[in-house]
Nanobody
Framework: QVQVVESGGGLVQAGGSLRLSCAAS????????MGWYRQAPGNERELVAT???????KYADSVKDRFTISRDNAKRTVYLQMNSLKPEDTAVYYC???????WGQGTQVTVSS
């Protein structure tokens, strides 16, 4: 079955960087777009960034020019490089195939001021 496992979260000071990873299985990874989402306490889950099978990327305005989504099809992994982190980036981050509904457990990112 479709599975995704996120990792790489942690506690970082404002202005710092983190790289999240998402390992996928159960589908032909290279054929599908992937997305990173986040959910802060009391908020709905929001889309942060997407990458198509061909490598085209899109970002939410709130993270544009700070976050970079990428993928390694050989490793079946999608990444989210997060730079210039702000306290408002604090959330649980999730990845998901854009074509399947399976969610992982997420990885916590906490940015201290």
């Amino acid at each position: 079955q479709v599975q995704v496992v996120e990792s790489g979260g942690g506690l970082v000071q404002a202005g710092g960087s983190l790289r999240l990873s998402c390992a996928a299985s159960g589908f032909i990874f290279s054929l599908y777009g992937m997305g990173w989402y986040r959910q802060a306490p009391g908020n709905e889950r929001e889309l942060v960034a997407t990458i198509t099978s061909g490598g085209t990327t899109k970002y939410a305005d709130s993270v544009k020019d700070r976050f970079t989504i990428s993928r390694d099809n050989a490793k079946r992994t999608v990444y989210l490089q997060m730079n210039s982190l702000k306290p408002e980036d604090t959330a649980v981050y999730y990845c998901k195939s854009l074509s399947y509904s399976s969610w992982g457990q997420g990885t916590q990112v906490t940015v201290s001021s």
